[in-house]
């Protein structure tokens, strides 16, 4: 090894748009890591990539680097295929709470760490915590001993993966380079691959409740982020989904969780069992323990119908210090004394319910973040949340607000009043799930 | 006035290639000034003006903000027209030293506050400081004073003058953010229009020595430069000057000094003193001293065979505690025990005198630095450089080297033999001075 690259040259050479050497790649890594860059200089190579854009040779190394930025956990002991999925985020995303112990009902092991909410609404790991007792900060020793008892362990990430990110996600975060291709394909698969996974499954959702509103852009981040990966030689496959309107009915920490149970006894929403059942298949099919997508939408229904799926979620809570009464009896989960319905004005059908003025509210609620620093309250959300295409007649809730005072319900039915649009004439509900990029 | 912009928002309307607000501007000068804006929201918006631009009317409004960061010179109580010139930097670019007092001796006040070199040889201050006792620090109120007495007055950057500049220019210098036109208008500009000078002549360099090399990209900055100061009511014009081969024959700091008489003495070099004419005659011109560029000329060389420019020079140094008989004795001046001749490898004529070599030379010699931090040696450097189109014989100095060891010498020699190209057949001279504009 020679000497690291000088920061101001490594900026001055994307600045140009040129490509960047593995060696300037690894020097800005290893600069966010360990200090020897200055903030400013990362911030400087932040803009310049934004703006300039990286190949998807650039975004294979600066993603392996950040991988190689902190530990990679080890699960080579577990010889279950171990395959995990990743969404990019949308409003009542549920989905990881119900997939990850059907999947593992499926013998697939699913080693998911996931991030808090970092849009509207809470994240996995919040919608985990609203089911008292749970425990989301496992060690990675801790995860790898419940992979291999249970099979499946969701927790949130910790400080020795991926440390580079934390870095570069903070600066990020302050300095308008969030939106970035490369950059978000970097953090999201250094994260993933970070896990000891065999393969991966994406859902990249567009519309606006999603991170990535145009569903053009969204398919580029796809593309990118499943060539990269399999330049890194993990299997990946990404799931395009609509996030127009919120998945399911429900939107909140513990009202999600709930859901989630329904789907698990068989009785979840059309909308939201699509998109589940499609990331599924797909996850069984890149792990060899179904041929094509017919046969694991078979295994996946028969772990709903046998119950085998239901007993998984409730080893898994159970394993990580949570009540497992949970999947059994609702009323044990946080919440509000009461709900208050938002009336239809007029009959007719359900035009559109905006998925970012659902998020709004529910944020507003309390459920989830406006700063990293604020804490979220699992009780209140949003509840019972009619979906496109269906009838209303006049005065029939649209949905029911769970609040925690009266001016936050005040606030909240004025933002869903205007989210959900009643018309004349029928509509139908658009498809969840697009092309399958991979 | 309404809350700050935030940082990030500014810096997302850069990004996106948005015209900036006033109030965005002024909060990110304002932000580099007080420190509220992070050094890494700083650099990332610094990315983005580089590589996305400014409009004449951002950089105007950048200008005017960092100009009122800090003092503003007021010099109304001097009744005289107060005219200043700035060169964007070239090798062997001593104008100010001779240019100052020759104007001032026409009756034109020079208020001239100027840089350390940040290129590869001393800068003016560096020059002045070669002259035994010579005071470069004097502070706002001495140089008001002595501009009322004196006329002229040389003085460094001081803490006062343009604080936002300091900080931004550190962070340019290791983000890779230099060579930008509207950051460069900007940071010239502010600290010259902070000297409280009526009207101002502008020195735009190309060709391998200066900092813009390109032509087409210095006519930019030069255009640039002059339309951003009328636009903030300032009289402004910029002379084109070739930066090819290094100005006259002397290249390092009391080498120039020695050189600098020798004009004010009316033996200057033929390629010098067309420089100095011509940007002479442009302040006089703004000045309203001098109906036109001929009738300038006629004072300015009257300034030099009366001797009056000479007594001005005498009268400045005195003034900040130099010399003043290093106007008559040059032996004064810090020098190398001996010189050593560069001898030419042919018969022949000059053919070309690479700046940026004579330069590197000249820095490897200790007449520049490489670091901010680094001391200079006066009294090294290069003289009886020959000029482009002078005939050679074999053996005949080419120029001659003034070190102060014997590894340096060999070194400097040795870059000297590359820069200065001697072939058959007569070339001519180019002329120095090119387009006027503004």
Chains 1, 2 share one sequence.
């Not at 991170?211 to 969204?218: D, I, L």
């Not at 989630?260 to 499609?278: F, K, N």
């Not at 005072?405 to 498809?431: E, T």
């Amino acid at each position: 090894m020679g000497t690291a690259p000088f920061p101001q040259h490594v900026i001055a050479r994307k600045r140009d748009g040129s490509e960047l050497e593995r060696a300037e790649i690894e020097a800005f890594v290893a600069g966010a890591t360990d200090g020897s860059w200055a903030d400013y200089q990362l911030s400087a190579l932040l803009m310049a990539v934004f703006l300039k854009g990286m190949s998807p040779r650039e975004t294979a190394i600066l993603t392996e680097a950040m991988m190689r930025s902190g530990t990679v956990a080890d699960l080579s002991s577990i010889r279950a295929p171990k395959v995990d999925k990743h969404s990019t985020g949308g409003v009542g995303d549920k989905v990881s709470l119900h997939l990850a112990p059907m999947v593992a009902a499926c013998g697939v092991v699913v080693p998911m760490i996931s991030g808090r909410g970092l849009g509207h609404t809470g994240g996995t790991v919040d919608k985990l915590e609203a089911i008292p007792g749970f425990r989301v900060g496992l060690s990675l020793s801790e995860f790898r001993a419940q992979l291999e008892r249970v099979g499946v362990s969701l927790i949130s990430q910790t400080a020795e993966i991926v440390p580079a990110d934390r870095k570069l996600y903070a600066l990020r975060d302050v300095t308008a380079t969030v939106e970035s291709i490369p950059l978000i394909c970097a953090s999201i698969l250094s994260k993933k691959l970070a896990e000891g996974i065999d393969a991966l499954v994406l859902d990249v959702k567009f519309g606006s409740g999603a991170f990535m509103k145009e569903k053009a852009r969204a398919r580029e981040l796809a593309v990118a982020l499943t060539s990269v990966a399999k330049a890194m030689g993990k299997p990946t496959r990404a799931v395009m989904t609509a996030m127009d309107e919120p998945l399911g009915h429900a939107v909140g920490n513990a009202l999600e969780v709930a859901e989630s149970v329904e789907c698990l006894r068989g009785s979840g929403p059309a909308d939201l069992m699509e998109v589940t059942y499609a990331l599924g298949e797909q996850m069984l099919v890149l792990a060899g323990t179904a041929a094509d997508a017919a046969a694991a939408r078979v295994q996946l229904e028969r772990s709903i119908s046998s119950g085998s799926a239901l007993s998984k979620f409730r080893e898994l809570v159970a394993a990580q210090g949570g009540d497992p009464r949970v999947a059994d009896d609702p009323s044990l989960l946080p919440a509000c004394p009461g709900k208050v319905p938002l009336p239809s004005p007029s009959d007719g059908w359900v035009r559109g319910v905006d998925a970012l003025g659902v998020a709004l509210a529910a944020q507003g609620l309390g459920a989830g973040r406006a700063r990293a620093e604020d804490a979220i309250d699992p009780a209140v959300g949003v509840s019972g949340l009619a979906k496109v295409g269906q009838r209303v007649g006049k005065g029939e809730p649209l949905c029911f607000v769970h609040a925690s005072d009266r001016d936050r319900l005040a606030d909240a039915h004025a933002i869903l009043a205007r989210a959900i649009v009643v018309g004349p004439g029928p509509v139908s509900q658009p498809p969840r799930v697009g092309e399958i990029i991979g």
